[in-house]
């Protein structure tokens, strides 16, 4: 049996700061946010979605924005992002420091208008003054596409519905694009021909995999994501999250049983497993949550926790 073509290592983006606070519905004190990443930094997380620059009215949980950002600052060995819908929180992300947007866009229609109010064409077009202000100051911009693979209210997304989108992407500049499986309905055979036709039609792209663990895929649709070369993934402390737009959707892929998954394959992530488990523990504690369905660490512990052998001698059947 051949080895599978796997990456030596991976880069994982901690989302939980805004994929997963802006599911809770009651407040999170900035206090406590401000915990909370950093604690996650102390992990050896590089990289992290910290907010969402979007009107307070839309989501009220991260109103804080700025503060947050402001007060986690001096936490340079993390490479910070904000998701930005418009030009107006583009220019707040950029006046308290950020270095790097990632733009809002859904692959169908209806997810569209019922998140963003507009078709995906119109909603594209909307993102220009977006990419024309971060040119401006020298900061980073980076594209997604939610329902990538499904959409709560079409069914599965066709390839070629992508194509499109991606290829305006490009003519705008952008080269790099999270592919989001916001509903958990996409399958590791699906994740990997997508991959490998999106890759052959715009090979200069970096995509990087947004999994949700709706119907608990997104370890297997990780790995199929994995044998195309994808080595950027995004996962959430503790599985939190879950978007507010798509109905049953349950949280990221828990970031401490994605870090588990690939070292147990011998892929490195940088991250510190007990104190990503940790983490996701204080994590519960602090946003009061008492089940642990989210993630497999927190139920079962990592491989390397044994049990106790048993005494006496072995019983003949």
Known sequence: ???????????????????????????????????????????????????????PKAIPQLKDAEEVVSRSQDLTGIAFRALVPNAK???????VGIKKLKLMLSATDSHSLSNANATVEAAQNALEPIIELAAKHNVKVGG?????FGCP???????????PVLDRYTKMGIDEVSLADTTGMANPRQVYSYLGQLKQQFPEMTFSMHLHNTRGMAFANAVAAMQQGVIHFDSSVGGLGGCPYAPGATGNIATEDLVHGFEEMGIKTGIDLDK??????????????????????LKAGPCSTLSPKPEGQAKMG
């Not at 209210?153 to 194509?163: A, F, H, Q, S, T």
């Not at 488990?277 to 660490?297: C, E, F, H, P, R």
Request: hydrophobic share 40%.
């Open 153 to 163: 209210y079409e069914g599965i997304v066709p390839v070629d519905r992508l194509v």
């Open 276 to 297: 990503m488990i940790g983490t996701a523990k204080d994590v519960q504690q602090l946003l009061g949550k008492t089940d642990q369905n989210s993630s497999y660490m």
């Open 144 to 148: 997604s596409i939610s329902v990538a």
């Open 1 to 55: 049996m051949h080895d599978l073509l796997l990456p030596q290592k991976v880069v994982i983006c901690e989302v939980a700061p805004r994929d997963g606070f802006q599911a809770e519905h009651d407040w999170i004190p900035t206090d406590t946010k401000v915990e909370i990443i950093r604690r996650l930094a102390d992990t050896g997380v590089k990289s992290m979605e910290i907010t969402s620059f979007v009107h």
């Open 89 to 95: 929180g583009a220019q707040r992300a950029i006046d």
